[in-house]
DNA sequence: TCTGCCTCTTTCCATCGTCAAGATTCGGTG
DNA sequence: CACCGAATCTTGACGATGGAAAGAGGCAGA
């Protein structure tokens, strides 16, 4: 008898439970669409528990653009390190492609949580855990430039950076806009987007030379 | 006796009035913090007058972000054509980088306008003159490429115009939302600014050469 | 002048975020 | 094991919001 009742006073995992149904939430209704009442509607409980964990709306925005940026930054990842597996030649400008296709994949696959992630609504209340996890994916950026261009100075490597980390981020944001591709297959967009980062790993190696 | 009484009945320009008291609101308050009763407050209205003009919060938001995308366009060739007067050099691809200047200016002095013409929450109601004002700024892009490369092929053409506009977007993006120059000063950002769109002018002409 | 239409106001409703108060459960202490 | 404070959740309330409905004011053409 010590299983839960099907429905506790006490959740239990309220926190877990309310992130999961902001993220789907979000993503169905879009940022302006959500609210907190629905949130904790779907989490099944009433509209006010969700105060002891988030204090208030922002916050728990604030949270599930953290949590989206600990996942863009392990999407990131897995794609560089499977790039490493595979490629048997590129070395550190293929693993600079593949982190920008795991970027854009995260984006394409979670687009209102990538816009909350970089649209300054979620940023009015600069938690910490925000700052550093949104820090986090912009080391991966720099290291994955500096990687392709070790021997260059270090205001090359940031021009680099700014230019790697704006060429990817403008293309999958105008794309999830509709501003890029408006009826091309999902094919073609994928070329469109692996011909953007070959044109900017390019670049990078490039001008540092 | 002619003249408009203090407060007339009959507003008589509202739709202008509740665009602009719209504008300065959003600036103020970002997208979520944006109110329809507000800015028919500041509009000296009851709020349920916008009614007759806008079908609803979305219409409004629409038509504001139609307004900033004609606005984008005249920025962009603003400051292209001023860079075509004062140029002695470089021509075409002076021109390209003036246009990107001239987008990053109208980003950075609107930067919640700007976020929200491109968010998908302005998009939803997929007004035809939004679509047409959107368009109109991304052929000013294209434009400024193939001038650049005329004797490209049109794949490369596109690709470029892909290329040019993803950077200069997100780069003006990233440095709205504070990823990129946390505490830089505005003249270290401008020289950033400037340092990528010559990088991306660059890879332009290379590729298509 | 009169009449119909456009514009705006007033009133109303469901919903929202947040707060306050009460109910329930948990964990530790006696 | 009994108890009690703290943590968690519910209920109810408040002001504010977007939108709909109904009515009042003002304009233009017959």
Redo the contacts between chains.
């Keep these: 008898m010590a299983r839960p009742k099907a429905q506790p006073y006490h959740h239990g995992q309220l926190r877990e439970a309310l992130a999961a149904s902001g993220r789907a939430l979000l993503e169905e209704k ?3 669409g959500f609210t907190l009442r629905e949130c904790a509607r779907r989490a099944g409980v009433s509209h006010a528990a969700p105060a002891y964990h988030f204090a208030s709306i922002d916050d728990l925005l604030a949270e599930l653009a953290t949590r989206g940026f600990q996942e863009l930054a392990a999407a990131m990842t897995a794609e560089a390190e499977r790039a490493d597996g595979e490629a048997v030649e590129g070395g550190s400008t293929s693993r600079l492609v593949a982190q920008g296709v795991g970027y854009m994949a995260f984006a394409a696959g979670n ?2 949580l990538f ?1 909350l992630m ?4 979620a ?2 209340l600069e938690t910490p855990a925000l700052a550093a996890a ?1 820090e986090a994916v ?1 080391n991966l950026h720099a290291a994955a430039v500096e990687a392709v261009i070790p021997h260059a100075s270090g205001e090359i490597k ?3 950076a ?2 790697a ?7 999958i ?2 794309l ?5 591709g408006g009826k091309d297959s999902s094919r073609a967009l994928k070329a ?1 987007g692996l ?2 980062l070959s ?2 790993a ?2 990078v190696v ?2 540092a030379r």
């Design positions: 879009g940022i302006r687009p209102a816009q970089f649209s300054r609504e940023n009015r949104a912009r940031q021009r680099m700014d230019f980390g704006a060429s990817v981020h403008g293309f944001s105008l999830l806009d509709g501003q890029i469109r011909s953007l044109a900017m390019e670049t490039r001008v």
